[in-house]
């Protein structure tokens, strides 16, 4: 299916930045958000973003004018009408989505292709009840679209390969680089990610080292451009917690369950930058998130990137081993979405599946229950 004219419901941060994106693909695209207010907003920060790229020479300022000109306000969702593909970039209500693209498929008829941006929601829940619901799927952008190359093309339980063949062209012709995955908690990048300030966490509470020296060893012998704590700091304790909660919500299995050091750290107001102080102090006179730290030995240095490491390999197994994706495609994800130096299948190949296998079988003896259990595909890969 050729798609020509895109829309947009929700003229928020992502929402905006998904028209900008469709539009300099080379879609006419509508953008539409309930509130004018907001859609006002959104209609004017994408022009404000086109045009400041033009001046960074991301695009040429001819390019910044024609995708600026392609971009149409719709202040009611018929507007929408006679588009081959809308995303949905709403609040995460999963009833409100269920009402969104019941009305879209009213208006748009049965052969449009409908999107999700959920991140936190499943994409066959929302399809549930939805006249056509093969012709849904997850379309999952990150922050900022402009500049985040990834989209997670998100296969529900009903989504046809057509549907999922088109939300895929469609993406690489908005210039960015998709990768499918069925629909699991988190997807991809944001369940594969979870050791990474999960396991840390871990080590903290154990006082194997503090979290000054964990940020260090993830930077200097990991190559991650930000430590777990740091990076917690940045995203908010509070968020970085609630999205612990959902995962731990959606599948209760230990090894997704929240740290207390989090439940602790949010009670006290310390969230991070935004409120002055997190794992690190912020503002006049304060160190910031990389103060001088006496680094520890090599033996320690090891044994925390092998830690953390072994825990990103072995949920990218489990996932992997579900049929969420590929691991080729998981570690395409995890560099593309989230900047990691390696994908956690890359980091087996660096390390070695039988050594990260007995790091996890030692840290099980020692702590017990099923947080270490060892995925079969990393046990097989050693």
Not at 44 to 51: C, I, K, Q
Not at 63 to 72: G, K, L, Q
Not at 295 to 313: H, K, M, N, S, Y
Not at 340 to 369: K, Q, S
Request: glycine share 12%.
């Amino acid at each position: 299916m050729k798609v020509e004219r895109i829309g947009v419901v929700g003229a928020g941060t992502m929402g905006a930045g998904i028209a900008q994106v469709a539009a300099l693909g080379g879609f006419e695209t509508r953008l539409h958000d309930p509130d004018p207010a907001a859609l006002e907003a959104g209609t004017e920060r994408l022009g404000e973003s086109l045009a400041k790229g033009a001046e960074r020479e991301r695009w040429s300022a001819a390019d910044a004018d024609s995708a600026r000109a392609r971009v149409t306000s719709a202040s009611s969702l018929e507007q929408l009408a006679g588009c081959g593909l809308v995303i949905e970039a709403a609040p995460e209500d999963l009833e409100l989505k269920r009402q969104l693209f019941g009305r879209l498929r009213a208006i748009c008829g049965g052969d449009a292709i409908l999107a999700t941006n959920t991140s936190s929601l499943s994409v066959s829940a929302i399809a549930e009840g939805l006249e056509a619901p093969e012709r849904l799927c997850g379309m999952h952008f990150f922050n900022p679209p402009a500049l985040m190359r990834l989209v997670e093309v998100v296969a529900a339980e009903q989504t046809s390969a057509e549907a999922l063949a088109t939300a895929t062209e469609v993406a690489r012709a908005m210039g960015r680089e998709p990768v499918r995955c069925t629909d699991s908690p988190g997807f991809i990048v944001n369940r594969c990610n979870r050791p990474y300030t999960l396991e840390p966490l871990r080590v903290l509470d154990e006082g194997a080292a503090s979290h000054t020296q964990i940020d260090l060893v993830m930077r200097e012998e990991g190559g991650y451009r930000m430590g777990p704590f740091e990076l917690m700091d940045l995203i908010g304790v509070d968020v970085n917690l609630a999205v612990a909660r959902s995962f731990h919500d959606q599948r209760p299995i230990e090894r997704w369950e929240p740290h207390p050091i989090q439940e602790r750290l949010v009670a006290d107001g310390r969230l991070g930058r935004k409120s002055g102080r997190g794992f690190y102090e912020y503002g006049e006179g304060a160190p910031g998130a990389r103060p001088e730290v006496d680094p520890p030995d090599e033996g320690t240095r090891r044994d925390i990137l092998e830690r953390v490491v072994a825990q990103l390999a072995n949920e990218a197994a489990f996932a992997a081993g579900e049929g969420v994706a590929g691991p080729e495609e998981i570690d395409g994800a995890m560099r593309l979405g989230l900047n990691h130096p390696r994908g956690p299948f890359e980091w087996v190949d660096r390390i070695g599946a039988a050594t990260l296998a007995a790091r996890l079988d030692g840290l099980a003896a020692a702590h017990g229950g099923e947080r270490y259990d060892v995925a079969p595909l990393l046990r097989a890969s050693g």
